[in-house]
Structure formats: structure tokens, C-alpha cells
């Protein structure tokens, strides 16, 4: 895989807690080797503008986003590293006929079009909303809607809660280990969505949601038959290795043994917004009543379930001192009760 930690913590033995030590430079003379003039915001306020060194070491804007057919020109880089890191274990025939059914078109255009035919606001206030019980009672449906754009992550089940999670929704994360029903979105041909791939057969089902076929064929440890869901082309995007691998690296520092959907959620949103702010997501996650002596155990608490499934995948221990150091820098606001 591209070696997207090349320059940055990786070889400046900077930690989850940021600190920089002796021998490194001052904040003010931190390089900005990762925010490329093309791509400076026009919003004065941008989180992208910030001049937190911590930040400036881990973002980078060169990472591409999301995965086309036109990156299988680098099939055997890509092939080198398994799902989700990689394509390792897909066929490029197979890869190929699933890219080509999707846009070419660079992400700061297809951001752009969330406004349809009103123009990008200059700052881009964002919204991340979990499926979290946290939510439940607060009352911020209104505050989440007011937002210029609202990313959905988790089962994103609305009905009947509208005033605590809104009604609105821009971007959604489709992982196909969760059921949903495009059904629950207001209006779900404004939806765009945003595929995380884990295996080899998630691949598979690209073509499926794009051609309204039943995805029964679908197998997972957690894969719900029958789901009703029906994409156009234009609103399906999938999210490049390079860029889930870049995330793991530079920002988990490869704690536990891939990201949470929250994690890449968040680092995303950071790259197309200038203001994040996030709702909710459960303070109870990573507790020392909660997770085993390794801080390596992934309990989804749902908005309005109460299922739950434990694996030894995720360090959710890390991810919250990583979000509490996300704050701590003006990065993101985090709306808990």
C-alpha cells in the first residue's frame, strides 16, 4: 500500500496524547507536507486551516477517498493488501465490472452537489450522527437538521425519534453488515451513499444495490436477507483502500485491528466539511466496565436497539482518547447529554 505515514507520526514518535518532544519543532514551524494548496478551503474557519500541529501531522489531503475503476490501473499495488486495506482476494475482472458502474468524478465535485442547485455554503457545517441510545430524550433533532450536511452512520433507523436524531440526511455509510431500509431517509433519492467494503463479497454486492436485485446472496456474520435497498450510480461511492488504510496507520496507529465506522466517518468528515460536529455517540463504550484488559471489544449500543455483538476487533478504549484529543484540538464538537 502507498505509505501514507511517510514524513508524518510515524517517524516523529508522536503519540495519541500529541505531545512533541524535545527534539521535535515548535507548532509554528510544523510543515504543512499534507494540505496541498489545491485544496485549501475557502473558509476562513476551516477545521482544514487549523494550526494544531498534532492535526497538521496527520492529515492529508492527498489520500484518495474514494475507489473508481480508473485506480485499477495500479491493480497490482492494490492486490498486494487484503479487503479492506487492499483487493487482495477479489478478482480484478470482478472489481472492474463493480467500479465501472459508478461516477469518475473527483469528491470535491460530488461534494459540491450535495446542494443541488444552490451553491456550496463557503463554511460547510457537518453533522456526524451515531445510532447511539445516547441520544434518546435530548431534543436535538432540530439542531442536527440546521446543519448543512448530515452524515448518518450505524442502523440510521428515524422513524418515531425524529426529534431526538432530525429527519434530515445527506451521507450515509452503507455497511452491509447492518440492515437498513432506504425507506427510513426522508428523501432517499437525495441520499448519497457512502459503501465501506470489508470482504470480498461486499464487492459483489455493488452491482446488486445499483440494479435493484434482491441480496440474498449476501453472506456475512452479521448480513440481514432481504434488504430493501435501491441506489442510483450517482449516489453510491466507495471508500479507497488507501484511504481506510491511511486512517488505521496515521490515525489509530494501528490499535486494535481495524477502525470503527465512527473513526472513518470522522476523519472523512474532516476532509470534505469545515465544521464537524458530532451526536451521539455513547460515552459508555469504552469503559473500564466495559471492555476486557486488552480494550479490544466492539459493543454497538443502537439508537433503538439493544442488541449488541462482542469481538476482539476494535480498541474503542483508544478511539475515545483519540476523539476526546480531537476536541481537545478544535476539531470537532461533540454533542453528548
Known amino acids: ?110 461534494v459540491n452537489n450535495f446542494h443541488g442547485n444552490r451553491d456550496r455554503p463557503t463554511c460547510l457545517r457537518c453533522a456526524l450522527v451515531g445510532d447511539s441510545a445516547a441520544l434518546r430524550g435530548t431534543g436535538r433533532g432540530p439542531d442536527i437538521d440546521e446543519h448543512d450536511l448530515v452524515i ?15 429527519t434530515k440526511t445527506n451521507l450515509y455509510l452503507y455497511n452491509p453488515e447492518l440492515s437498513i431500509d432506504t425507506r427510513h431517509f426522508k428523501k432517499p433519492a437525495d441520499v448519497y451513499f457512502i459503501f465501506l467494503a470489508s470482504k470480498a463479497s461486499d464487492y459483489h454486492l455493488i452491482s446488486k444495490l445499483i440494479k435493484e436485485e434482491p441480496q440474498n446472496n449476501h453472506t456475512g456474520h452479521r448480513s ?47 476532509r470534505i466539511c469545515d465544521q464537524v460536529d458530532t451526536y451521539g455517540f455513547s460515552e459508555k463504550r469504552a469503559t473500564s ?23 476482539p476487533v476494535y480498541n474503542h478504549l483508544f478511539e475515545k482518547k483519540l476523539q476526546q484529543k480531537m476536541v481537545q484540538e478544535g476539531l470537532v464538537q461533540m454533542f453528548v447529554p
Open 289 to 311: 466496565q466495559l471492555d476486557p484488559p486488552d480494550n479490544v471489544l466492539e459493543s454497538q449500543e443502537h439508537f433503538y436497539l439493544t442488541k449488541g455483538m462482542e469481538r
Open 224 to 270: 440481514r436477507m432481504g434488504q430493501k435497498v435501491m441506489i442510483k450510480p450517482q449516489q453510491l461511492r466507495v471508500l479507497h483502500p488507501d484511504f481506510l488504510n491511511y486512517v488505521y496507520e496515521l490515525w489509530l496507529e494501528r490499535a486494535g485491528h481495524k477502525s470503527t465506522v465512527t473513526q472513518v466517518m470522522l476523519v472523512l468528515a474532516l
Open 1 to 110: 500500500m502507498a505509505n501514507w505515514t511517510e514524513g508524518t507520526l510515524a517517524h516523529r514518535g508522536v503519540g495519541i496524547g500529541g505531545e512533541l518532544k524535545e527534539e521535535e519543532v515548535e507548532e509554528s514551524q510544523v510543515e504543512d507536507v499534507h494540505i496541498r494548496a489545491a485544496e485549501v478551503p475557502r473558509c476562513v474557519t476551516s477545521v482544514q486551516n487549523s494550526s494544531s500541529a498534532w492535526f497538521r501531522q496527520r492529515f492529508n489531503s492527498d489520500v484518495p477517498l474514494f475507489l473508481t475503476s480508473e485506480h485499477l490501473v495500479e491493480w497490482a499495488r492494490l492486490s498486494a493488501e487484503r479487503i479492506p486495506y487492499g483487493l487482495k482476494g477479489l478478482a480484478e475482472d470482478d472489481a472492474y465490472k463493480a467500479l465501472e458502474l459508478l461516477p469518475k468524478a473527483d469528491h470535491w465535485t460530488w
Open 152 to 166: 448518518r452512520v450505524g442502523d440510521a433507523g428515524m422513524d418515531s425519534h425524529e426529534d431526538d436524531v432530525g
